[in-house]
């Protein structure tokens, strides 16, 4: 049987390859945090790890049944959804959080704020009565039993944060930076010091790898020397240059934690739920 190539390429490349050679580059090294780029699974260490910037992520495998995923999904695709206001997000994204304009914390109204969250967790509460499932007590029960941390819904003034964003894309997210003491100066959310973001994919699809970068945001200087003018949240990929970065692959129903810099590729398919 005959070989198939790939396009155009020939049968033997290394000897093409090798033909041609006209010299070998010098190899130079590029300074990276991270100790290593491979998935680390959870653990007190490796949460301390992330926190600390010394890996890149921790994959929880399978937080999420497939079945419970599929009620989930059935559950969003009945559910009013927001979207971001695309002054400041593009491409367009559905959401569902506290629908306030742009980033909430950089509202100042923290009556309103508080308010919004027994609305916002509309979902939520669909998905604990209809299929079963009490995401953020799931998260927190598996953080609290595998890492003996403490674990708790931030709040202020005796009244909760809303955890649990819920995203729709399907045509990426460019990149951005998600740092509570930087967006949220004056919340008491504001005063931590240290930060990570967790993710669970519902939605099985092709392609929706997330990047991480090893590059920590600065304010306000990153802000004034890399911010876009449209979108407004999102930066100039320039100011990534000669940093690493980390391909977190996409697995429906695992639990992540990353470094809070990231950008999500865009699906290979459309992945409305």
């Known amino acids: 049987m005959a070989t198939k190539n ?3 390429l020939p049968q033997s490349v290394t000897s093409i390859s090798e ?11 590029i300074y990276t945090n991270w100790s290593t780029f491979e998935d680390q699974s959870l653990s007190r260490r490796s949460l301390l790890d992330v ?11 399978g937080i999420l049944t497939v079945d419970e995923r599929k009620r989930m999904l059935e559950i969003v695709r009945t559910h009013d959804l927001g979207t971001y206001d695309t002054e400041h997000t593009w ?17 100042s109204d923290k009556t309103g704020y508080f308010e919004s969250v027994k609305d916002a967790r509309s979902l939520q509460n669909r998905w604990k009565n209809e299929a079963g499932v009490d995401i953020v007590k799931r998260v927190v029960d598996r953080i609290r039993q595998t890492t003996g941390m403490k674990v ?9 944060y809303f955890a649990g964003v819920l995203r729709a894309v399907d045509r990426g997210i460019l990149v951005h930076a ?23 994919l519902l939605n099985e699809v092709p392609g929706g790898d997330t990047l991480i970068y090893d590059r920590q945001w600065q304010a306000p200087e ?14 100039h990929p320039q100011m990534l240059q000669a940093h690493p970065f980390k391909a977190m692959k ?4 695992d639990l992540t934690f990353f470094n809070p810099r990231y950008s999500i590729d865009r699906p290979e398919q459309d992945c409305s739920p």
């Open 6 to 8: 790939f396009f155009n």
């Open 19 to 29: 033909k041609h050679k006209i010299g070998t580059p010098k190899q130079h090294a």
């Open 51 to 61: 926190f600390t910037d010394r890996i890149p992520v921790v994959r929880e495998q």
């Open 91 to 107: 491409p367009r994204l559905g959401f569902l959080w506290i629908p306030c304009n742009f980033i909430d914390f950089r509202v």
């Open 152 to 160: 708790q819904v931030a709040s202020e003034q005796d009244s909760e």
């Open 178 to 200: 998600d740092y509570a003491p930087y967006e949220a100066a004056g919340w008491k959310i504001g005063d931590v010091v240290a930060q990570v973001t967790w993710n669970i």
């Open 222 to 235: 990153d802000d004034l020397a890399w911010r876009k003018e449209f979108p407004k949240d999102t930066y």
């Open 250 to 253: 996409a697995v429906p129903g």
